[in-house]
């Protein structure tokens, strides 16, 4: 079947620890977005990108990572730069702008 | 800035009651105006708007898109328990590629 898949659902990490979060489509989309939601935020954009090997900051990067080197896959990596790392991530992906974005089951991050 | 402004926040209704969820945005270069409902993880589509005036329908959700006052709203009829949920509203800027997302619509049917 064809979807986005976001491993693991849950995730425990150490104050310190960067920790990389996997995002994986089979729908041979061309873009994918990497969202934060937090209570009464929305969801907010971190990085997204159009195409392999590209990638653009979204409106809250600092302390996270990314990388594009296939065009099915799209890990973000919380590093201990993030101040306040817990938080439900969501991964997007679409084929372009005149589609809807699907998103993946999301993972939820808690820093202990 | 590009921003996505739904409102209220948060809603409490009973079952059967009509509710109606609103989304105002200020988006360069807008194309298209999303739709999604998040029950517990991943959010689902809805409706995508387009041509301002043209009402899309499924079952008892609508929606309709006003390109002149830069407005959607989101009607549910005969409301659900089952309707109890975040509904996002977002647009995509066909320029920088973003998708941005408004705040959300906490809706909970009561029984």
């Known amino acids: 079947d064809g979807g986005i898949t976001q491993s693991p659902k849950y995730l425990f990490r150490k104050e310190g620890q960067n920790v990389t979060l996997s995002c994986e489509q089979n729908l041979n989309h061309d873009a994918m977005y990497w969202y934060r939601q937090d209570p009464g935020q929305g969801l907010r954009l971190i990085y997204y990108s159009q195409i392999v090997n590209d990638f653009q900051k979204g409106d809250i990067a600092e302390g996270y990572s990314v990388s594009r080197e296939k065009k099915e896959s799209f890990p973000l990596t919380v590093t201990s730069a993030q101040k306040n790392p817990t938080a439900f991530y969501l991964c997007?992906?679409?084929?372009?702008?005149?589609?809807?974005?699907?998103f993946g089951q999301g993972t939820r991050l808690t820093v202990v | 800035e590009d921003k996505v402004v739904q409102s209220p926040l948060s809603l409490v209704v009973h079952e059967g009651d009509t509710v109606t969820l609103n989304c105002s945005y200020e988006?360069?270069?807008?194309?298209?105006l999303l739709w999604y409902k998040q029950e517990k993880k991943a959010p689902t589509f809805l409706f995508m708007l387009t041509s301002s005036g043209i009402e899309k329908k499924s079952g008892r959700l609508s929606s309709i898109l006003d390109k002149k006052e830069l407005f959607s709203i989101l009607n549910i009829t005969a409301t659900q328990t089952g309707d109890s949920a975040i509904y996002l509203c977002?647009?995509?800027?066909?320029?920088?590629?973003?998708?941005?997302f408004g705040k959300g619509t906490r809706l909970h049917i009561l029984p």
């Open positions: 997007a992906s679409n084929s372009n702008m005149n589609t809807e974005a699907f």
């Open positions: 988006v360069t270069n807008f194309r298209s």
């Open positions: 977002a647009a995509p800027n066909l320029i920088n590629d973003k998708i941005i």
